[in-house]
């Protein structure tokens, strides 16, 4: 196991923080709450980014770029929005500094107060359906169908990197329809698009659902959601698609001429993931060792370590190194040879286990000489020796196994610790223990909140597309038509 | 000329604030100095990005991520930086709204008040350095290469949309290094990427140079830049590269062992452009018809538009117009066929013009009768018609031509408008006619104040390796050792 790190078993709580530190992921800034993302966790965003980036593109979206400060009386047109959001923010209220008078340093000018307090966006919708107000006169205008790639701030109290932090990076979408049906459409369009983003490059296996009125996105008619299953039991909500109805559009009365000649309120979704995911990725595959990552987002796919002990063989392996690295991005993959003079092999396994490299390739001076190479797998942890004459196929072909693999560990960990019970002591039980819990609810508010605050378990969700089926509430009793997910959660 | 746009000759500013507006590039938000950045406009800062993050990877530079937020404390440790940055800027004081007790709706919460104000960063130069302090411990840390694409507030007085707004998006790289001179070629190297990005991509020719010490960055030593002019005589600063020496780092405590074991502070440069340059690219090369792209940075390359009277003749052209759509994107080119059917061609004409699409092809039933296309340049308003045979190719070439045209007229534009004077009468008269002035500088600040003062022309630049020559400074009077460049600018 990695040196310093704390197991999972130990405590998985350090263990995830350890692991972001020492992985050089990210870590915490001289400002409350917010994090530093550090170039190796940054370049695993940037691969998150652009292939999410391109899904929104084949789905026929734009990019846009809307102010970072909110006036605060758009909070309060939306009664809801106003409740979840704007709360717990970070609050502009001057626009200037002054020399301190009494000679105290650099202190806040009192002049300079704002007429009206500006809010640091926790999410843009009011500002965006301000702003959509001019954009929209007919049915013409519509879809309009804006992305935006941003920083919000949320004032959390206890935050975690990735998981939870005052300010993080995300991307929301903003669209606008002519009517209910395409709106609800939408949202559930990109709901596939965060599906099978998470599963085919993140590898993660997700639940997918709608939330309860009680977990519905300030606003919002309907949350659909992707639900990730943690290594320790836990759930986590990996990205939302929120259908809006005509809320936004009526706060901030943005109608349109429709094909009748008729002035309507325009419809709305809106849907964003965030660095959270990072978080998701890291506690849904790492180990013991450090980081796993799936060979689609990972910074670096294969590192090359030449073993020598003089300085012939250190030319000879580092030349065999440095040819190696050359084929493999000639085919597309992305090589580090790790050639430093000032570490030995074994703290270099190491470090490249611990940063998730999926695949490793090491040559000693015999290797050059008998056409070999060893290859070991990061998810598996495994060796074997190959021949150098087409390793570059063997290795491309290894991506997609390693991809596939991890994948199904992570699916095979999920359905293992998918519970279905139907007494309140087995789901006591099984909530304590971790996993996501399938039981039967009677649908009320009362009996989710009475759930949350015995358990702490939360409503995740509610399968897409229910069938309804005859029982009996796990907690109440009382009669229930459907079969919903519970879990403690992230 | 464009429908509603002001001509350049009529009134420049307003030319130029019309053109923004009506070209979808930008508009002001309900947020007083903040823009919103329409998807036309925002797309082709994505192209900006995309190539300048590229040039960037391939000098071995990585992204990472600094918090939005800085606490107070940290603009007063470097003195000429609080000075430049610290005072108009926007100030966190609280962290929570509440509802107003006495029912006036949402108010800040007295009782979250910060223990210290946080500053929405003008710049992140103390935040980085702050962190860097951790990063670095010895020779071997360094250097360290990291840019960060974020958006920044400063908060001006009188804005205009992308020349000068209180939030914007920028890059801004941020270097450390064990000694001055790689810190200056790192500092120099990046004034070559950005002038390589601004005349290769952006078609915009750029003077080269080194502020004096009146213009340079607050915490500079040197501050090179590259230097445009726009088509109303006006320069127009599109980047700039400092060299900070070890002023962060003795700020901020940041010190390595060198090879010799000793203690020694780290020496710095940080570098940045912004969505600045969507101004400088509008006013280089933008008529009274509507905006000029260089096709490397526009969005839409080529448009298609068919001509029909009637079902039949629509059916056909738009099919031709279709299957040339597809081999043009064969041939790696962006395409829109415009074959919407609520406008007249004309209208269609007049908003790619106006929108800047270099190539315009029109395809009416005739031309596909004869096995024609009428090909239209945006940057020569010139029309030819082609065969349809062959096409592809000659669409292919003709965008590194127009590409090559839009930079060739604005550099003689530029060269026609820089002037030698040698007398302060000769001086004036051209400042106010507008152009480049280059004359004698007998090296002071207080005599570059006082042109700045009688003129409004600032110092824009110190030409690089400046070749010392003697003569009498076209103010004072006095001895001089260089000829510099003085103009008015944005």
Chains 1, 2 share one sequence.
């Not at 007429?115 to 519509?142: A, G, M």
């Not at 073993?307 to 000879?316: Q, S």
Request: hydrophobic letters at 40%; charged letters at 30%.
């Amino acid at each position: 196991m990695a040196k310093d790190l704390t197991t999972r078993k130990e405590n998985y709580s350090q263990w995830y923080n350890n692991l972001v530190v020492k992985a050089d992921l990210a870590e915490q800034s001289a400002v409350r709450g917010c994090m530093v993302i550090k170039p190796y966790g940054y370049a695993i965003w940037e691969f998150m980014q652009d292939a999410l980036d391109k899904m929104f593109k084949a789905t026929g979206h734009v990019n846009a770029y809307f102010p970072l400060f909110i006036p605060k009386s758009f909070f309060g047109r939306e009664a809801d929005h106003v409740e979840g959001f704007a709360k717990e923010c970070a609050v502009v209220t001057h626009h200037r500094l002054m020399n301190d008078p009494n000679g105290g340093g650099v202190v806040v000018d009192p002049d300079a107060k704002l007429e009206e307090e500006l809010i640091v966006r926790p999410t843009s919708e009011t500002i965006i359906w301000d702003t959509y107000r001019n954009w929209i006169k007919s049915y013409r205008d519509l879809p309009i169908l804006c992305n935006q790639w941003a920083n919000v701030v949320r004032w959390e109290m206890r935050t975690r990197l990735f998981l939870r932090t005052a300010e993080f990076l995300w991307q929301e979408g903003h669209t606008a329809h002519a009517d209910r049906e395409e709106a609800v459409a939408e949202a559930r369009r990109m709901l596939d698009v965060y599906t099978e983003f998470a599963e085919k490059w993140l590898a993660i296996p997700v639940y997918r659902g709608v939330k309860s009125a009680n977990e519905r996105f300030a606003g919002a008619l309907d949350t659909y959601c992707i639900e990730a299953l943690m290594q320790d039991g836990k759930a986590l909500q990996a990205g939302t698609s929120h259908f809006l109805g005509q809320n936004f559009a009526k706060a901030f009365d943005v109608k349109f001429l429709n094909k009748e000649n008729k002035l309507e309120h325009v419809w709305a979704t809106s849907w964003g993931v965030s660095t959270r995911l990072m978080g998701a990725l890291i506690m849904s595959h790492s180990d013991d060792d450090g980081l796993v990552l799936p060979p689609k987002i990972a910074p670096i796919q294969v590192v090359i370590v030449p073993i020598y002990k003089n300085d012939e063989e250190r030319t000879i392996t580092c030349q065999r190194g440095a040819e190696l690295k050359q084929q493999l991005e000639a085919a597309g993959l992305r090589v580090k040879l790790d050639d430093r003079d000032n570490q030995k092999p074994g703290y270099k396994f190491h470090e490249w286990e611990l940063k998730g490299v999926p695949v490793r390739l090491v040559i000693g001076p015999r290797d050059v000489k008998e056409g070999t190479v060893e290859v070991a797998r990061r998810d598996l942890m495994s060796k074997e020796v190959m021949a150098y004459e087409g390793l570059v196929a063997k290795v491309t072909e290894l991506m997609q196994a390693i991809q596939d693999n991890i994948y199904q560990k992570a699916l095979n960990f999920r359905n293992d610790n998918t519970f279905e019970v139907d007494t309140w002591d087995a789901f006591k039980e099984q909530i304590e223990k971790g996993g996501i819990v399938h039981a039967f609810w009677d649908g009320t508010t009362e009996t989710e909140l009475k759930i949350k605050e015995e358990t702490k378990a939360t409503l995740r969700f509610i399968p897409l597309d229910v069938k309804e089926e005859n029982g009996t509430d796990v907690y109440s009793g009382k009669p229930a038509k459907m079969r919903v997910y519970f879990a403690k959660a992230y």
